[in-house]
């Protein structure tokens, strides 16, 4: 257990339906990201966000909509999402503290859209 | 923009061999340098972390090295075991820090008993 869990760990959801992903993190840190895992390519990073304000969106299609209320929750809200937007989404965070600390990841909820 | 490649994609070896996974960078202005290890279906595990102004770390029986000028790094795995089995990844921090990483697609790694 690294101190970060994720909700669901697996999700099928048509490409109509909405759906949320729930992270929540027990490490008092003040940074929180989500990346998208797919097949044979890299770590997608999608947003960052400091202390509950986001700091990053790396062109993630709005379809995809992020929220934190705390530093300790992350959400990542779906809705009309495609085929190809089936992957493993990983929730991480970290303290923030310190340019050189490392990121803490969650297990990930695997999400097959039909 | 930094890109990361990790050679092999996959590796398979015996129990008790020793054995090197190499990571590749583009950009030699990286922050540090991170090896993780991910098990199927699973997170991310932290293994070892190196900051720019070092070389190498180590951790038990892993040892990550860095060397920005050739934009390479390695973590060597003594004595391998079954349980080593995994994903193993390698991510570049930027200027800014841990706060953004850049990954490779990572090594698949078996170990056969």
């Known amino acids: 257990e690294t101190g970060v869990t994720q909700t669901p760990r697996h999700l099928v959801m048509g490409m109509t339906n909405k759906k949320s992903l729930k992270c929540e993190q027990h490490l008092g840190h003040n940074a929180m990201y989500w990346y998208k895992q797919s097949a044979k390519k890299p770590l997608e990073l999608m947003f960052v966000y400091n202390f509950k304000e986001q700091t990053e969106n790396n062109s993630v299609p709005s379809r995809f909509s992020p929220e934190c209320p705390n530093s300790s929750h992350l959400f990542l809200h779906l809705h009309t999402l495609q085929p190809e937007d089936s992957a493993l989404y990983l929730c991480?965070?970290?303290?923030?503290?310190?340019?050189?600390?490392?990121?803490?990841f969650g297990p990930g909820t695997r999400l097959t859209v039909l | 923009k930094q890109e990361v490649t990790q050679i092999p994609a996959a590796l398979s070896v015996p129990e008790g061999e020793n054995l090197v996974l190499n990571c590749s960078f583009t950009d030699s202005a990286i922050y540090n340098l991170q090896w993780f290890r991910q098990d199927p279906g699973k997170g991310l595990t932290s293994l070892l972390l190196?900051?720019?102004?070092?070389r190498e770390q180590t951790s038990g029986r892993l040892n990550a090295s860095l060397d920005k000028s050739s934009g390479r790094s390695t973590l060597y795995i003594a004595a391998s075991q079954p349980g080593d089995s995994a994903t193993y990844l390698c991510?570049?921090?930027?200027?800014?820090?841990?706060?953004?990483?850049?990954f490779g697609k990572g090594t698949k790694l078996t170990v056969n008993p």
């Open positions: 991510a570049g921090g930027t200027q800014g820090g841990s706060e953004k990483l850049v």
């Open positions: 991480a965070s970290r303290s923030g503290t310190s340019l050189g600390d490392t990121q803490y």
């Open positions: 190196i900051q720019s102004s070092q």
